[in-house]
């Protein structure tokens, strides 16, 4: 695999990195402790191309790939986890299937305003009673020729308050299964869709979630993104590319912890010296680093697999596996480097540990990413 950035790779990356460390971090600490909403972070990552970035500019995105969609997602995540996830969800669970699988027609109506940051997207999968099992929905949708009328709730749903349109998948059939799901944009202001203020939660807590409602939800055939039966299928398509999203959230969580942790051992002292001489700090530094080059280069090769459109089911769930699980141990250590004062909310590594938990639930869990590479593993 080739692993030098080409110069537009390498253009978006600095970007996203000045981007991040002018405009980003200075809020972070702040975002996380009063749990906003960083609109203003939302409306400037749409006008510098963030909220599209591998959708074609015809269709108000940047025209770049999924590369520099990784490198950029590590730096915004960086800075700040939550700020990090509401640019994934709107480039790889709204606009890449949005683009992949919708008309012309819908390419214009919904992708656009999407891809350009003016509306932001929402993906409706997770159910209360179904998050893993992802095809025994609730959700349904009654055929009634021209339209669907669908009933039923969402759950977990990021972006979810703020949503101005949701990717929705809904049972069409419940008979049938996975087989039986379809895939349905629907926009706000909809009579019957509602959205309950955000949820609390252990970290990401400026990325705000929700359940949303759907009660008597009149949806126009026009809107079934794909076809009828179509849905598990572009949910987990979909996923393949959001999964590498959350890999690269949980490098940015894993990076900004170890450059933190590196940081302090140089200048903390204890029996006379920088922590940073003893060897018990050094081997953790070391494992820290070589797990976050590891996770970069599995998020790295599955990202460039998508970009050429290669199939890449099982490298997306090694790349989210490994750098979500090194996420938790990076931080980990990071507040064990940092002692009492990494347990002090005056320090940000004990953010970074909240934030990382997530990275290993959400877009599947690090048990659904092993039942997909064992699946993958055992059929090749
Ligand atoms: N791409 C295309 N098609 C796929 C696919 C993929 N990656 N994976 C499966 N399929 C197809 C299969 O080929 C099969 O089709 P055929 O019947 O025609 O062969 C069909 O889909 C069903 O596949 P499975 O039998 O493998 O499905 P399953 O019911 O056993 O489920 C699973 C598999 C891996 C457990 C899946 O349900 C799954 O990934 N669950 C986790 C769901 C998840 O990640 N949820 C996260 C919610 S989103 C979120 O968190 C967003 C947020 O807010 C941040």
């Given at each position: 695999m080739k692993l030098d950035l080409t110069e537009e790779q390498s253009m978006i990356q600095q970007m996203a990195r000045d981007f991040a460390v002018r405009e980003v971090e200075p809020k972070a600490r702040e975002l996380d402790k009063e749990g906003r909403w960083p609109t203003e972070l939302v409306a400037r990552m749409g006008e510098l191309g963030l909220m599209g970035l591998?959708?074609?500019?015809?269709?108000g995105g940047a025209g770049s790939d999924t590369v520099s969609y990784a490198l950029a997602m590590e730096e915004v995540s960086r800075a700040c986890a939550s700020t990090g996830v509401i640019m994934s969800v709107n480039n790889s669970l709204v606009c890449d299937p949005l683009y992949k699988f919708g008309n012309e027609d819908q390419k214009k109506r919904f992708l656009a305003p999407l891809a350009s940051g003016k509306k932001l997207g929402c993906f409706g999968l997770t159910e209360p009673a179904s998050g893993s099992d992802a095809s025994h929905m609730e959700t349904v949708a009654e055929d009634k020729g021209d339209h669907f009328i669908v009933n039923g709730a969402k759950n977990w749903i990021t972006n979810g308050p703020h949503a101005d349109t949701i990717v929705l998948f809904v049972a069409s059939d419940r008979s049938l299964g996975a087989k039986g799901t379809t895939a349905v944009v629907i926009e706000k202001g909809t009579p019957g869709f509602?959205?309950?203020?955000?949820?609390?939660?252990?970290?990401?807590h400026a990325a705000h979630s929700c359940t949303v409602f759907f009660e008597n939800v009149k949806v126009p055939k026009e809107n079934v993104l794909g076809e009828k039966g179509m849905g598990f299928k572009i949910a987990m398509a979909t996923l393949d590319g959001g999964r590498i999203g959350i890999a690269s959230q949980a490098l940015g969580i894993a990076r900004a912890a170890l450059e933190k942790a590196t940081e302090y051992a140089k200048v903390r002292k204890a029996f006379g010296e920088p922590i940073a001489n003893k060897q018990a700090i050094q081997f953790m530094l070391a494992d820290m680093a070589t797990e976050l080059d590891a996770a970069r280069l599995l998020t790295l090769r599955a990202a460039t697999m998508k970009d050429k459109g290669v199939r890449h089911t099982k490298e997306s769930a090694m790349a989210k596996l490994f750098a979500s699980e090194a996420a938790t141990r990076i931080t980990h250590k990071a507040i064990q480097i940092h002692g009492g004062y990494g347990y002090s909310t005056e320090y940000d590594v004990e953010r970074h540990y909240?934030?990382?938990r997530i990275t290993e639930i959400y877009e599947g869990t690090s048990e659904i990413q092993r039942i997909v590479i064992a699946a993958n593993t055992l059929k090749a």
């Open positions: 591998a959708i074609p500019d015809q269709y509602t959205q309950n203020p955000r949820d609390h939660k252990l970290g990401i909240r934030d990382a």
